[in-house]
C-alpha cells in the first residue's frame, strides 16, 4: 500500500495528480516545478524483488528522493513515479527486465518534497541460480541533451496515451 | 600441493616486494605452498583465470563477475576502509572547468584499468562522451596520464581516485580535478578458488587478525593496507550486478 504524498511535506506551490500504479493503485502526487540538479559523480542505486517492491537502497538514494530509509525498504518503486513519465516508459522497462534483458532509459522522478530530478537509468535483472530473484537499478547524471529530448519526446507520448 | 597467487595488474610496482612478503606469511600460515605470479597486463590475468591457473588473486572489481560466476570464486576479503573511486582532471591551466564544457574528440588518457576506465567514461557521460566520440590515449600508469595533461597530448585524464592523490604534491598542483565519483561500493577483493576450498575459513580468520599484531601489521603497510575486512557473499553478488549495471552499453 503506497499513501497519498502528504501537502505538509511539499515545498511551494503544487499540482494534485492521481496516478494510477501498476500493482499498486490509485495514488495522489503533489508536484512543483522546482528541479534538484543530479549530484556530480554520484550513483543513485537500488534493488526491488520481483514484484518493484524496494529491498536495498543506497545513501545518494535517500538524499536525493528526499525520504527516510525506512519509508522506501518495502515500498513500491513506483513510489518515485512522476506524472509526466509515460505508462508505456515502464510497461517497456518491466517487459524488457522480465525477459531477462537490460533496460535503459532517461526518468524524471519525483520526490517527496514535490519536486523532480532527471536520471539516465539502467536496470538490470538480478540471477542467482539461473532464476531472476530481483532487480538492481543504477541512476546517473544524464546528458543534458537528452533529457532535452525525452521532455518533448514524453510529453508527445503523454499526449497519445491521453487520447487513446 | 603448490598452488598460485597472483595480484591485479592494476597494483603500483612500489608495491612488488610487500606481496612477496605477503606470499611468505600466506604460506607460513596456511602451512602450504603458494607460488605469486604477477601478470604484466590484464590479457594475461584473464588468460590465466580462463586456462584455471589462478587459486587466490586480489582481484579488480571488473574481473570479479568472472570469477564468481563462471569460475566459482569466494571473496573472503575486503580492503577496511575507502572503496575504489575515480575521478577526471585535466591541467590547471585548461579552460575547461567542468566535464560538460569538453568537446567531442576530446582526447581522454587513461591507463588499462577496466573498472576505472568503466568509471571514468561513467563520469564522461553528462558531456555526452563516450568511447564512440572520444579519442583514447593509453598510459602504462598514472604518472603517464599526468603527463600527457601536463604536456597537452590529451583534454583529459582519468584516474584512479587513490592513485590521484598518490602524485606527487608538484605534479596534482599543476591540474585541476573536475569530478570524483562517489559510487561508494566498488571494491577489491582476495578472492580464492575452488581447489583450495578447504583452506577458505581459516585463510579468512588469519587475514582478518592480521591487523592485531605488529608483525603482520607491518606486512599491510607495506602494501598501504589499514587491514581486511570479512565479506559477506550478497554485497559481492550486489557489486557484481552494479558492475554489469554500469557495463551496459546499448548498441
Known sequence: MLQDMDPADV????????????????????????????????????????????????????????????????????????????????????ATVQ??????????????????????????PNIRGGQVVGYTSVRRKPDRRKVEECIDLYARMRQEEAAT | MSYTF???????????????????????????????????????????????????VYANPYDAAMLVREKGFTALVKPRGGADEALIAVAAESETRAVEDLPEGARIAA?????????????????????????????DNYVLVAKRLLTGESDAGIFLTKAFDELSRPVRERLKVLVRSDIQVIHHYLMAGPRIADL??????????????????????QLKLPGWDPVDPEEVEFMIDLMETLKFSPA
Not at chain 1, 506551490?13 to 512543483?32: D, N, Q
Not at chain 1, 537490460?102 to 517527496?112: C, D, F, M, S
Open chain 2, 200 to 221: 577458505h575459513p581459516k585463510l579468512q580468520k588469519a587475514l582478518v587478525n592480521m591487523g592485531e599484531a605488529p608483525k603482520t601489521v607491518r606486512i599491510l603497510e
Open chain 1, 11 to 94: 515545498k511551494g506551490e503544487y499540482r494534485e495528480y492521481t496516478l494510477e500504479l501498476y500493482g499498486v493503485g490509485p495514488r495522489k502526487v503533489l508536484v512543483t516545478d522546482e528541479e534538484v540538479p543530479y549530484p556530480d559523480g554520484r550513483l543513485i542505486v537500488s534493488r526491488t524483488d520481483t514484484d518493484g517492491i524496494i529491498t536495498h537502497v543506497n545513501r545518494s538514494f535517500v538524499v536525493m528522493s528526499g525520504y527516510e530509509e525506512e519509508e522506501l525498504i518495502g515500498a513500491p518503486h513506483s513510489i518515485l513515479r512522476h506524472p509526466d513519465m509515460p505508462k508505456a516508459a515502464f510497461r517497456d522497462l518491466w
Open chain 2, 6 to 56: 597472483t595480484v591485479s595488474p592494476d597494483f603500483s610496482p612500489d608495491y612488488i616486494a610487500g606481496w612477496f612478503v605477503f606470499n611468505t606469511w600466506l604460506q607460513r600460515t596456511l602451512e602450504t605452498g603458494f607460488h605469486l605470479e604477477l601478470m604484466d597486463d590484464f590479457d594475461s590475468l584473464h588468460n590465466a583465470i580462463r586456462q584455471d591457473r589462478i587459486d587466490l
Open chain 1, 99 to 124: 525477459r531477462g534483458d537490460i533496460w535503459q532509459g532517461y526518468v524524471k522522478n519525483l520526490r517527496k518534497d514535490g519536486a523532480y530530478y532527471w536520471v539516465k537509468a539502467t536496470v538490470i
Open chain 2, 111 to 139: 591507463t588499462d584499468d577496466p573498472d576505472v576506465q568503466l568509471m571514468g567514461m561513467i563520469l564522461l557521460e553528462p558531456a555526452g562522451l563516450g568511447k564512440d566520440n572520444t579519442v583514447r590515449v593509453e598510459c
